[in-house]
């Protein structure tokens, strides 16, 4: 029974290397975006970490099976460890799992809010910040109006 929402936001989401592996047969919920997170650019996937920040990223619906094959991915309670934390879509909000990278938090890779994973956040993309519920001081951040 799939009873485990699930917050991605690396080589998990749709189009990514990992996807395909775990999460094709899956149930997707909804984009959405999780607040008080910033990410980091790790070489070959990102990791995030609790910080003044909003990271952008895709939830699913697994069961127990799938969700044991992320822990084993994610490398759980060693590389990553998984927390709950809520996620925002347009209409609703979700407590969903999300790997939180565990090892140095001294990386000079530091992409900063994580808005759109690796995308760039520029103003073609401010319609979809809106539509995902994203708060207007969080807009007025990135884009003086």
């Known amino acids: 029974m799939k009873n485990n929402y699930v ?3 690396g080589t998990l989401l749709k189009g990514e290397r990992n996807h395909y592996n775990y999460l094709s047969d899956e149930d997707f919920i909804c ?8 990410m980091f650019n790790l070489g070959r996937y990102p990791g995030i970490y ?4 909003l990271v952008l ?3 699913y619906l697994v069961d127990e099976k799938t969700l044991a094959k992320l822990d084993y991915l994610e490398e759980e309670g060693s590389l990553y460890v998984r927390k709950t934390t809520k996620v925002y879509s347009s209409n609703k909000t979700y407590e969903a799992f999300v790997y939180i990278y565990n ?3 001294d990386n000079p890779n530091y992409l900063g809010d994580g808005l759109y994973s690796w995308k760039e956040l520029n103003k073609e993309n401010i319609n979809e910040l809106i539509e995902l519920g994203l708060p207007s ?7 003086k109006q």
């Open 57 to 59: 990223g895709e939830l």
């Open 31 to 38: 984009d959405g975006f999780i607040d008080g997170f910033v």
């Open 137 to 143: 001081d969080s807009i007025n951040k990135y884009f």
């Open 7 to 9: 917050f991605t936001y």
């Open 103 to 105: 090892l140095s938090k």
């Open 50 to 53: 609790e910080g003044e920040g």
